[in-house]
């Protein structure tokens, strides 16, 4: 399988809108699609990057990065931060969530050079997503924050240059 990132724009929402999950997903990934890029457009920052992931020629899901001024409060100067990642529901199982991350710390090493970590914050209820991250080689930070629908957990994956060891 070949899965690949493309950096969209504010208003590219037509080429994810075709992403359905399931309304328990929707809510741990942010909400819906318009909603999401309605303050992607509002706020126009190039510290925002909204991307999709594609897989063979298909996109399959989507998320967004953040770095300063864009970053939340948790995440230090030297972190991009990750939000709203969802694959849709037709898609899921396939583990493109998994090769979308390692594809991720790939693309935050050719274009964010000075990011030492990718972060996220994780409802402590989204069993799934919580797996997902470990597996992914990212831990808790030990720091905790009440989000729009209960308790998220901060967690990190550190990025060194050269391959994840």
């Known amino acids: 399988m070949n899965l690949v990132l493309k950096v969209l724009q504010a208003d590219d929402l037509g080429a994810v809108a075709h992403l359905r999950l399931d309304a328990a997903q929707e809510r741990f990934a942010g909400g819906k699609l ?13 510290a925002e990057t909204p991307i999709a992931v594609v897989a063979d020629g298909a996109v399959v899901g989507f998320f967004i990065l953040r770095q300063p001024p864009a970053s939340p409060a948790w995440a230090p100067a030297s972190a991009v931060s990750l ?10 199982g396939r583990g ?4 979308a991350m390692e594809a991720t710390v790939d693309w935050i090493r050719d274009h964010r050079p000075l990011a030492d970590r990718l972060m996220l914050a994780v409802n402590e209820l989204n069993l799934p997503a919580l797996q997902l991250y470990a597996s992914c080689n990212f831990f808790g930070t030990g720091t905790t924050l009440e989000g729009p629908i209960g308790r998220q957990l901060v967690l990190v994956r550190p990025i060194v240059s050269g391959a994840d060891t």
């Open 83 to 92: 939000h709203n990642l969802r694959i849709g529901v037709s898609f899921q």
């Open 34 to 46: 318009g909603e999401i890029f309605g303050k992607l457009q509002a706020a126009r920052s190039p």
């Open 96 to 99: 493109y969530a998994r090769q």
